[in-house]
């Protein structure tokens, strides 16, 4: 069974920055679809970014300019790093591991809390 471990998270004040890792172990990570998702209470869960197995990426509008996906294939991990924080940002962070014909793998998630 895959297993996802997210890391990273925190308290930070708005303005902040903050770097999630997400390392995954029992698959073949450099063949999935890597991504970050997050859900703030009340919300559903939704897509911040996601990088291909070729390295494409995709950001979504709220992250576009201030957060940055990247993988490590040798270290099975990717990362977000997040900058110039907002309250808005507050919410738990999962990591999803994809890949056409498989199911979808998920982390347990972390949280990331931003203070105003």
């Known amino acids: 069974q895959a297993q996802l471990v997210e890391s990273g998270g925190g308290l930070v004040n708005a303005g902040g920055s903050l770097r999630l890792s997400c390392k995954a172990s029992?698959?073949?990570?450099?063949?999935?679809?890597m991504g970050w998702y997050r859900q703030a209470p009340g919300k559903q869960r939704e897509l911040v970014a996601d990088?291909?197995?070729?390295?494409?990426?995709n950001y979504s509008d709220s992250a576009q300019g201030r957060f940055t996906i990247s993988r490590d294939n040798a270290k099975n991990t990717i990362y977000l790093q997040m900058s110039t924080l907002s309250p808005e940002d507050t919410a738990v962070y999962y990591c999803?591991?994809?890949?056409?014909?498989?199911?979808?793998?998920w982390g347990q998630g972390t949280q990331v809390t931003v203070a105003s």
């Open positions: 999803k591991a994809a890949r056409v014909g498989d199911v979808d793998f």
């Open positions: 029992r698959i073949m990570f450099s063949s999935y679809l």
């Open positions: 990088i291909s197995s070729s390295g494409r990426i």
